[in-house]
Each structure stands twice: as C-alpha cells, then as structure tokens.
C-alpha cells in the first residue's frame, strides 16, 4: 500500500498542507502530486476529495480534523467508505489498526515535544505499524534522521517548513517527503 505514496513522494516529495479551503485550488493546479487535506467537515469532503482525485493527484484525510465526525471507527469507514480517499492520516494508534484491517493506507502524525514523546512515538510506530509517518515539527533535521533510522517507515516532515532549505535538510536527513502550508514553495 506505501508504494502508492512512495511513488508519489518520488515524483515530488513536496506536500501540499491544505489547512485552509482557498489554497485548494492553487494546489491542485501546483506541481505536488500528494495533498494533505487538515482540514474538512463532513458536508464538503466528498467533494474536496473528488475535486483532487480528479487531478490525479493523491489526497489524504486527516480524520482527526474532519468536523461533524467522531473520531471513532464509524468515523473512519465513513471517510473511508464514502469519501474514497488514498489513505488516512491520524494521530490515533487505534484509527492506524483499523486502517491496516480495511486495507486503507494510513500515515501516523507524531509531534516531537521532547524526548518522552521521541521515545513514545517510535514505540507506537512499532505497535500499529502505519504505512508512513508524519513528524512535526519538520525542522529537526537530527530527529528527523533518528526517527528514520529507527523506525525503517517512510517518513514525512511537516511543520514550520517555510524555505527550500528546510526541504533539502529534511531531505538529506533521510525524509521521503515533506507537507507544508507554505505555497510559495509547492512548485519548487
């Protein structure tokens, strides 16, 4: 199932973050070949899911921040059952689970506070076993390559990722791909 994202992430590993509904349009007319969606509600998902496939290029849904849904197993075959997108993305080891046995790609977000939530991070990685993972903040370039080394997951920067520079050092430390918010840099 990673080698969908893989693929994609070989292409461009720049992600375009859609934090807010106007800057959909400018990423689905950017060079990115994967899309983050952070944010939806369950009236327009569907849609906006639609609307990127249609690019061909490969959404993914935070399911944690879809409003109007449980962030619950009922919530997550809904997305994943109506809405049809190429994977999940969740902070939740149970949400990862469920999407292993529904055969949905899911990416794990892991936020990197200090060395307990490092430590608990690569453990959970271990326990639900996502396709992927997405660390922020993304401009760690040590942690990065320690996260990558000890996991042996695809690994996805994200977080304060505003210049090439923070691409290229995510990249050198061993990132498959990087999300950011920042437009200015989804074609570069």
């Not at 608990?120 to 401009?139: F, M, Q, R």
Request: charged share 20%.
């Amino acid at each position: 199932m990673g080698n969908q994202l893989l693929s994609g992430l070989h292409i461009n590993p720049i992600i375009a973050a859609i934090h807010h509904e106007d800057a959909l349009d400018e990423a689905l007319n950017s060079q990115v070949e994967i899309v983050f969606l952070l944010t939806s509600n369950i009236l327009s998902l569907e849609e906006t899911v639609s609307r990127v496939k249609a690019t061909g290029k490969k959404v993914f849904v935070h399911a944690d921040l879809v409003e109007g849904l449980s962030r619950d197993l009922m919530g997550l075959k809904f997305i994943c059952d109506v809405t049809k997108p190429d994977g999940i993305i969740t902070t939740k080891t149970h949400l990862i689970k469920a999407c292993k046995k529904m055969n949905v790609m899911a990416i794990q977000r892991i936020f990197l506070l200090d060395s307990h939530n490092f430590e608990s991070g690569v453990k959970s990685v271990y326990d639900c076993s996502p396709d992927a993972v997405e660390i922020l903040p993304g401009i760690m370039p040590t942690m990065t390559s320690q996260f990558v080394s000890l996991t042996k997951k695809p690994i996805i920067t994200g977080g304060l990722i505003t210049t090439k520079d923070d691409i290229i050092q995510s990249l050198k430390a061993g990132a498959s791909g990087i999300s950011t918010s920042k437009r200015e840099i989804w074609n570069d």
